[in-house]
């Protein structure tokens, strides 16, 4: 009988990635992380992502929900604006564990 190796992915782990992947596998949200990713501030208002994107709030809205759901994204509510910065290290735990299990 085959065994598996001490590296393999658990399920959990598995539908975590698979979270993960997911949300990056949309240009869109590609682009708001770029967007985030390359403020000044290091922190985006979400007013601030619709004409860049050419996409309506709604859209944008729906979009950054994903990336935040994902834990690849915090939200911090000001008023009626909504600010979206990176999760510490999220992409790099992302790359890391890639490379663990390879």
């Given at each position: 009988?085959?065994?598996?190796?001490?590296?393999?992915?658990?399920p959990?782990?598995?539908?975590?990635?698979?979270?993960?992947?997911?949300?990056?596998a949309?240009?869109?949200?590609?682009?708001?992380?770029?967007?985030?990713?390359?403020?000044?501030?290091?922190?985006?208002?979400?007013?601030?992502?619709?004409?860049?994107?050419?996409?309506?709030?709604?859209?944008?809205?729906?979009?950054?929900?994903?990336?935040?759901?994902?834990g690849?994204?915090?939200?911090?509510?000001?008023?009626?604006?909504?600010?979206?910065?990176?999760?510490?290290?999220?992409?790099?735990?992302?790359?890391?564990?890639?490379?663990?299990?390879?």
């Amino acid at each position: 009988m085959p065994t598996h190796g001490q590296n393999a992915l658990e399920p959990a782990e598995a539908n975590a990635l698979a979270t993960r992947f997911k949300a990056l596998a949309d240009p869109n949200r590609l682009r708001i992380l770029s967007i985030v990713s390359s403020s000044a501030e290091a922190e985006t208002c979400v007013c601030d992502l619709t004409e860049p994107l050419d996409l309506g709030q709604p859209t944008v809205s729906h979009h950054l929900k994903i990336l935040v759901d994902a834990g690849l994204l915090n939200r911090e509510k000001r008023g009626v604006w909504a600010y979206y910065s990176l999760a510490p290290n999220a992409l790099d735990s992302l790359a890391a564990t890639l490379t663990q299990k390879a």
